[in-house]
């Protein structure tokens, strides 16, 4: 088995967050092709960032995420991160999510 800890130059870590995203209003916005588009999106947030997308689980009215970051990435910013770019970017991709989200 492959170990799952993160190795920096003086510490190893193993930070695990389960990190769970409703939709506005529970509306029932997500379907199979918008919930790959967001896989995709994480995809590009992990190589942007110091952020590793261990699971990624969604039903029609949220979105499940099991994230394992550094110790110097506070649980805030990762929060932040990924709200707004997945937002903005499945806004842009799919119009029709925010038309039903916010009118």
Not at 46 to 55: G, H, N, P, T
Not at 95 to 102: A, D, F, G, R, Y
Request: aromatic share 10%.
């Amino acid at each position: 088995m492959e170990d799952e800890h993160i190795f920096k130059s003086h510490n190893k870590t193993l930070l695990l967050y389960h990190l769970v995203f409703p939709m506005k209003y529970r509306r029932k916005v997500l379907n199979e092709i918008s919930g790959e588009t967001l896989k995709l999106i994480c995809k590009e947030i992990s190589e942007r960032y110091e952020i590793e997308f261990i699971e990624i689980g969604y039903e029609s009215d949220h979105v499940h995420f099991l994230v394992q970051s550094i110790p110097s990435l506070p649980l805030s910013q990762i929060v932040r991160t990924i709200k707004s770019i997945t937002g903005r970017e499945l806004f842009r991709l799919h119009p029709e999510i925010k038309q039903i989200l916010w009118g």
